[in-house]
């Protein structure tokens, strides 16, 4: 299955992306001496935010749009999973996401 986007529409889908960041993070300003850190309010917030960034993940991961997609989505989903393992282990964002670029590099082109 193919989506395919109209220049418009990807830049509508990041404005409205910018708009939600902002919306959030303006209700953190004006709210930030009345919520507990630990609270429920928090933790939903966090889920929320946490959920649209793995939902945008794995759409760019299994429906790709440009050089992306010409590769296979096995590759692309086992480097996640390596990055995602690297990670767990090595505590480093930084390094996860070189294991997890390599990883994909070497699987593209050997395998």
């Known amino acids: 299955m193919r989506i395919d986007y109209t220049n418009f529409e990807s830049w509508l889908a990041v404005l409205l992306a910018c708009i939600a960041t902002g919306v959030w993070r303006l209700v953190g300003v ?38 992306l997609s010409t590769t296979m ?10 990055g995602i393992i690297a990670m767990i282990f090595l505590k480093k964002l930084l390094y996860s996401i070189l294991i ?3 990883s994909f590099a070497l699987l593209v082109n050997y395998f």
């Open 30 to 67: 004006i709210f930030y001496n009345r919520i507990k850190e630990d609270g429920l309010l928090i933790k939903w917030i966090n889920g929320v935010a946490y959920s649209m960034v793995a939902a945008v993940m794995m759409m760019i991961l299994v429906y790709p749009s440009g050089v």
């Open 73 to 82: 989505v096995e590759d692309r989903l086992v480097a996640l999973a390596i």
């Open 100 to 102: 997890s670029m390599v």
